[in-house]
């Protein structure tokens, strides 16, 4: 396993929280991110079509996969906590398996709290079957603002 690196403080507005059983902190117990950090780790994408639009959408951020490993994450789920106090457990197995995005744009715009952002998890539900059902629409969470791995 690769050594993790130290996680600064946020500079700008903290727009993600991660706790539970996670080994690398950068206040009290928990790991805090603002919108830089979260793009210093490498910005990806892909294209999918959703319910909850019209086409195929583009949506861009963070694997959840990196965001796991800069955390130290050992545990087996993530509780995603939205800003409205919506929660929903996602496998951790499903950032591996199927490429699950941290999304911080869509269609190459920043999503606004009112268009299911700042942030939103999202799968590429075109790329299996299984990915287009409520199964995995309801691990979908947008606003996200908290994370809990157990």
């Known amino acids: 396993m690769q050594a993790i690196e130290a996680l600064p403080a946020p500079q700008g507005r903290t727009i993600l929280s991660v706790?539970?059983?996670?080994?690398?902190?950068?206040?009290?117990?928990?790991?805090?991110?603002?919108?830089a950090m979260l793009e210093a780790m490498g910005m990806e994408d892909f294209e999918t079509t959703t319910p909850w639009y019209e086409g195929r959408v583009r949506f861009e951020g963070i694997r959840m996969t990196k965001l796991m490993a800069s955390v130290g994450a050992t545990?087996?789920?993530?509780?995603?906590?939205?800003?409205?106090?919506?929660?929903?457990?996602?496998?951790?197995?499903?950032?591996?398996?199927?490429?699950?995005?941290?999304?911080?744009?869509?269609?190459?715009?920043?999503?606004?709290?009112?268009d299911k952002g700042p942030l939103f998890i999202v799968y590429p539900y075109d790329s299996a079957p299984e990915l287009k059902s409520p199964q995995f629409y309801t691990r979908s969470a947008w606003q996200v603002a908290k994370l809990i791995v157990s």
Do not use: C, H, Q, W
């Not at 706790?19 to 919108?35: K, M």
């Not at 929903?88 to 709290?113: H, Q, S, W």
């Open 19 to 35: 706790s539970g059983l996670i080994s690398n902190f950068n206040n009290e117990g928990a790991a805090e991110f603002d919108r």
């Open 75 to 114: 545990g087996r789920n993530v509780t995603a906590v939205a800003l409205n106090n919506y929660s929903t457990d996602i496998p951790i197995a499903d950032f591996e398996r199927y490429g699950t995005l941290l999304a911080l744009k869509r269609n190459g715009a920043y999503m606004p709290v009112r």
